[in-house]
């Protein structure tokens, strides 16, 4: 098994958080053009060609899978949302809520490579 292809997912994932705070922050621009479907984000094209199938025998895919698809989902609401109420408090809790479903994201991705790499030295 390849772990290579959750570190890409890993990556892709923290960059976006970063963007989207820079976006509510005004730092970066961005417009659901710039969000892909999740299918076919880098890691979505992984995940579908390779990760899916290579991983299927650990109980967190389908959660992967899942949470992949809500914080793409969430990514476009997010950009959505009216300049006045992302710069309010309903804004930043969002963004809040978005970043701990990213962070939920990443920390599966990691349980993942860990479990790989403890099956490759058994």
Known sequence: MDVTNLQVGMIAH????SKLADFFYGVE????????????CDFG????????????????INLLERL???VHDDIKT???????ERRGPAG???????????????????????QVRNR???
């Open 29 to 40: 621009e961005l417009t659901l053009s710039d969000v892909p479907d999740h299918t076919s």
């Open 14 to 17: 923290l960059q976006w958080k």
């Open 78 to 84: 997010l950009i959505q949302m009216p300049e006045a």
């Open 92 to 114: 930043k809790q969002a963004l809040e809520e978005f970043k701990k479903k990213s962070d939920s994201l990443v920390e599966i991705m990691e349980h993942l490579e860990v």
């Open 68 to 70: 992949h698809k809500e």
């Open 120 to 122: 490759a030295q058994h």
């Open 45 to 60: 094209k992984l995940f579908y060609s390779t990760v899916l199938d290579e991983f299927s025998d650990f109980e967190e």
